[in-house]
């Protein structure tokens, strides 16, 4: 039997820094799916599916487009009232273009108390948020609720290595553009990454004056040496440390090998409502 494997893409905020180019890699995320026969899921904020229906629309025709929240706000921040109409206004903006949306993932992978329960009242059906992994500094201060109990199916992001490293490409950059072949894991269910890393700069960078722009690259560089100083020692290693490394081309390199190794182990890519239906029993 081949291996079934969800591959999944935090879009984030399209209109926040520069449209054009967020909007440009999604168009590269949408050749390299193509190229390789995925069938992906996106994650998607509200506000982003309202201002880019256009692309939202075509996305949905071979994908499958899932809510990421409506503005990218860490949801442990809000308020009990807050959080329930965050999570109404995300999936009333599907509504608002004609789209039926079951699936949700948390802005920064950092869950609210009581979820699961808000999300079954919105008519979502399941959740792919809970990374078991250390690098969630998250989960150790809040432990994971039992999201079957409030009626959503969990969808968890796999973790891989020693290190317990959640399986995204944030991960594989920092092993190293070629270096993190021997790390994948011989059963990938779950792996995600962001479009934004398909730019050799991240979000941040994108609406910024060329003064800021050199700082920001400054501050990218230093990035990339410290994660990498800080890996090679054994220290630990945040998420923030991670993002500088291999970015761009280097980044859309190591997706090419990844998606290339699971079509040779004949894999079939599956949205994530098809996984949560295939398990819902
Ligand atoms: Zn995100």
């Not at 999570?87 to 599907?94: L, N, V």
């Not at 594989?172 to 269910?189: D, S």
Request: net charge neutral; charged share 20%.
């Amino acid at each position: 039997m081949s291996n079934l494997t969800c591959i999944t893409v935090d879009v984030d905020q399209i209109n926040q820094f520069d449209p054009i180019k967020s909007r440009n890699h999604i168009e590269r995320v949408l050749e390299l799916f193509n190229e390789y026969g995925v069938r992906g899921t996106f994650f998607i904020c509200g506000e982003s599916v309202i201002e880019n229906q256009d692309l939202v629309k075509r996305i949905a025709q071979d994908h499958e487009v899932a809510a990421h929240g409506y503005f990218h706000r860490n949801l442990r921040r809000l308020k009990s009232h807050e959080l329930k109409q965050e999570i109404r206004m995300t999936h009333e903006a599907f509504q608002r273009i004609g789209m039926v949306c079951s699936g949700f993932r948390c802005p920064h992978l950092v869950i609210p108390a009581n979820l699961g329960q808000v999300l079954s009242e919105h008519g979502f059906l399941y959740d792919s948020s809970q990374v078991n992994s250390l690098f969630i500094a998250e989960k150790l201060v809040y432990p994971f609720t039992n999201m079957k109990v409030e009626g959503i199916i969990e969808i968890p992001i796999q973790t891989f290595t020693a290190l317990n490293l959640p399986l995204s490409l944030s991960s594989l950059r920092l092993l190293g553009p070629t270096r993190f072949v021997k790390y994948i894991p011989e059963t990938v269910n779950n792996f995600y990454f962001h479009s934004w890393e398909l730019d050799r700069m991240g979000p941040a960078s994108q609406d910024l004056s060329r003064r800021g722009n050199a700082v920001h690259q400054t501050k990218m560089k230093y990035d990339l040496l410290r994660g990498y100083w800080d890996f090679v020692t054994g220290r630990s290693t945040t998420p923030a440390d991670l993002t500088g490394r291999n970015m761009g081309e280097e980044a859309i390199k190591i997706i090419h090998i990844l998606l290339g190794k699971l079509v040779q182990q004949k894999t079939r890519f599956i949205t994530c409502s098809e996984w949560a239906d295939a398990h819902s029993t």
